[in-house]
């Protein structure tokens, strides 16, 4: 019985990765989940787990040095997999010091920590790991060709993947000192069911269900390349069993596509999804896309190549655009309130201050 202490599992990929593991090995592991709850993680994601008497949840920060030695203490904990983190590249830039603390300090407090319950003896116990699950924004920005490799130079632009960067070299310095038994993954854009709506695919599917105008930064030419959270999920979990120590894993399943792209497949398909009878329906149009101010230093490409996973470890995406975008949209639409309920409270306020003035409601 393997036990995972997963950090920021009540977000978007944490609790996607938390439905993987459960539903995969069932009774075989036993999940500890540790988040901070701040406006990004929602228990909710995990009402269907949280009476599973193989998950527990505990609510902390990953600064917090003396909680996470005594969960270390206290439980045989075999796995770190390191989601936590704040994740949006917009809130960076208008705040950045938070990246810094959670991203940087959280992941120095934790390896630390790991490391400090791991070791005895003058080596490594058997059967660790601590995988930290990092971005394809830490190689900064194509141009129109070529493709991340895991030997691309480091060449963070915002400060959201500055803070990713500098934790990633923490994590390899830990392995260089100590020889910790580390991962780093290095993923591209996820999408998927309990994504927050101020990233790109689920904000227009809110605004769009509002009738609300779609903002899209600059042309909307910037390309992203897309993958299934679930597809995500697994690799992590294939770094994880069979990862070799040391190493960084790109993840991505070369479907790159321009912003205005998505945002036109968003319109069309939630237009054949919603019934006629649907008021929703009848605002629905590519009148609501509206292009505002360009994202400051926004990276123009990201594109993986994701042959050192594919040919080691056999990992390969399972899940196509087209059906998990039709998957996603379904998932919104038959989780309203689930919509509903991340968008009261903060977010109004985050809205205007992001939008504001961009954008005509
Ligand atoms: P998210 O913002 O949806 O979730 C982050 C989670 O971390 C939330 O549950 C939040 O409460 C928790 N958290 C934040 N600060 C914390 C703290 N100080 N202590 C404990 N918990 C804290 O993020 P996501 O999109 O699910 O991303 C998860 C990870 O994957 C991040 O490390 C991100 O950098 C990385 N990543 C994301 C993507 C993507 O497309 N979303 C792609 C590649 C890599
Ligand atoms: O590449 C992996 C990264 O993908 C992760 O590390 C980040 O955590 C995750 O947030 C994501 O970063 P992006 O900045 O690429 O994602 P976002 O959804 O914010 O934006 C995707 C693209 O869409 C980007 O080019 C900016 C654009 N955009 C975004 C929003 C929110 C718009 O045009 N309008 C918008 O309103």
Request: glycine residues 8%; aromatic residues 12%.
């Given at each position: ?173 830990y392995f260089d000192t100590f020889k910790m038994p580390v991962n ?178």
């Amino acid at each position: 019985m393997k036990t995972y202490f997963v950090t920021g599992g009540a977000g978007f990929i944490g609790s996607n990765y938390i439905h993987y593991m459960l539903k995969k090995y069932g009774k075989e592991i036993t999940v500890i989940n540790y988040d901070a709850l701040t406006y990004a993680g929602n228990l909710g994601n995990l009402s269907a787990v949280s009476d599973s008497d193989n998950y527990t949840f505990i609510k902390g920060d990953v600064c917090d040095k003396n909680l996470l030695q005594m969960v270390f203490a206290e439980n045989c904990i075999d796995y770190v997999i390191h989601f936590a983190a704040e994740s949006h590249v917009d809130r960076s830039i208008k705040d950045p010091e938070i990246f810094v603390k959670t991203n940087v300090l959280g992941t120095a407090v934790l390896l630390n920590t790991a490391k400090d319950s791991w070791y005895s003896g003058g080596s490594f116990k058997e059967g660790k790991k601590y995988v930290q699950v990092s971005t394809d924004e830490v190689y900064g920005s194509l141009g129109e060709t070529g493709f991340f490799a895991e030997n691309t130079p480091l060449d963070a632009r915002s400060p959201y993947s500055a803070s990713k960067a500098s934790a990633d070299m923490l994590v390899k310095a830990y392995f260089d000192t100590f020889k910790m038994p580390v991962n780093i993954t290095r993923c591209s854009n996820n999408y998927g069911p309990y994504q927050f709506p101020e990233k790109l695919i689920p904000l227009m599917i809110n605004n769009a269900l509002h009738g609300k105008n779609l903002p899209v930064y600059g042309l909307g030419l910037n390309v992203r390349d897309w993958l299934y959270v679930d597809d995500h999920a697994r690799a992590v979990d294939i770094v994880t069993q069979k990862g070799k120590s040391g190493e960084v894993y790109n993840i991505g399943g070369h479907n790159e596509k321009k912003n205005i792209d998505i945002v036109n497949i968003l319109i069309e398909k939630l237009s054949e999804l919603l019934p006629d009878s649907d008021k929703r329906k009848k605002t629905l149009s590519k009148d609501l896309i509206t292009y505002v101010e360009d994202r400051k230093g926004h990276d123009l490409r990201y594109a993986i190549d994701p042959q050192k996973i594919m040919n080691e470890l056999g990992w390969k995406p399972e899940t196509m655009f087209s059906e998990g975008i039709v998957k996603t949209i379904k998932w919104y639409l038959d989780n309203s309130e689930w919509l509903k309920n991340v968008t009261s409270g903060g977010y109004t306020k985050y809205y205007k201050q992001m939008y504001g003035g961009g954008v005509q409601e």
